[in-house]
């Protein structure tokens, strides 16, 4: 059984096909012959060294997986049944990480993927859709109110923009003239421009500020000008905030997420009703992951590039 990892951290050329023992379902668990993961940039950091691993190598990142469960535990509790397409998040740890040709999971993070989904589609979901569902969940805003989304064209941004709408939400929503349409097309009450003065731009169409902001670009502080007073801040990168004007600041940790199958089903029952689209940006054997993980880093990627197993 292969997989794609790193033995020595480095660039996207440190990535490589090793060999791995075969694993199989144990109790509560499920085994997925995976076919398609999709690359974060969780997976990059990874790869590079940005996330301290204490166990030998190989190292194998991805947080996403989408495939066919072709074993179940003995006495595992599941309406999931072999044969059956479906997807999950991972928590890579050493050599279990999404990249690999089969995977062992709790039946409990896993679910069937959405209806006339392929796999590549589908492993775009997991990770990116429960964590922008989890930046919603701690902005907790009520049907009516205003949530600003930066980076919206990008995975979890779009997904914010998409699930925001879903729950009611009016949403302003920053992005480059080239994604406008993107960003619009995705269910954006209003589109800004994006970059510098981005707090600036979002005040002239809220002028009291916006009830909660889910920053999908990183702005951090170029952005909290655009809350009222006593809003809300969702981060993707653990920023602690400023404190400033009663305003509640939130690290979004999707690990938190995990064993979530009741949330990440929601999400299948969500892109089935077309609430969410799923968007993949090109695909990639496995033998190509260097080349997957070199167009991420370029930047400017829409969708989600997928590697296939």
């Known amino acids: 059984m292969r997989g794609v990892g790193v033995i020595e951290f480095g660039g996207p050329e440190a990535l490589q096909i090793v060999d791995l023992p075969e ?6 668990e499920v085994r997925i012959r995976v076919h398609a993961a999709t690359v974060n940039p969780t997976d990059t950091g990874l790869r590079s060294g940005g996330r301290p691993q204490e166990d030998p190598p190989p190292y194998i990142p991805g947080m996403d997986a989408a495939g066919v469960i072709d074993e179940i535990g003995t006495g595992t509790e599941t309406d999931l049944k072999v044969g059956d397409d479906v997807m999950a998040m991972v928590i890579p740890h050493a050599s279990h990480g999404g990249y690999r040709e089969s995977i062992v999971l709790s039946a409990d993070s896993v679910v069937r993927t959405p209806s006339g989904s392929s796999h590549a589609e589908a492993a775009t979901l997991p990770m990116n859709g429960l964590t922008a569902r989890q930046s919603l969940d701690q902005l907790g805003l009520k049907t009516g109110q205003t949530l600003a989304v930066t980076g919206a064209a990008g995975c979890y941004g779009g997904y914010v923009v998409q699930l925001a709408k879903a729950d009611g939400l009016r949403v302003i929503a920053d992005a480059s003239s080239a994604d406008e349409q993107l960003v619009r097309d995705l269910g954006a009450d209003v589109v800004v421009p994006r970059g510098q003065g981005i707090a600036e731009q979002i005040r002239k169409v809220a002028p009291d500020g916006v009830d909660g902001l889910a920053d999908g670009a990183v702005q951090n502080e170029l952005s909290v000008g655009a809350i009222r007073d006593g809003g809300g801040f969702a981060s993707v990168r653990g920023w602690d905030g400023t404190g400033e004007r009663g305003i509640t600041f939130h690290k979004t940790m999707v690990r938190s997420y995990d ?10 029952q969500q892109t ?21 993980h070199r167009r991420l880093e370029a930047g400017g990627t829409r969708g989600r590039c997928v590697i296939l197993f």
Not at 259 to 268: I, M, V
Not at 272 to 292: I, K, N
């Open 23 to 28: 694993v199989h379902a144990g109790p509560g």
């Open 259 to 268: 064993h979530r199958a009741d949330l990440l089903d929601n999400l299948r």
């Open 272 to 292: 089935e009703s077309g609430a969410v689209s799923l968007r993949v940006a090109a695909t990639y054997p496995m033998e190509e992951a260097v080349e997957a």
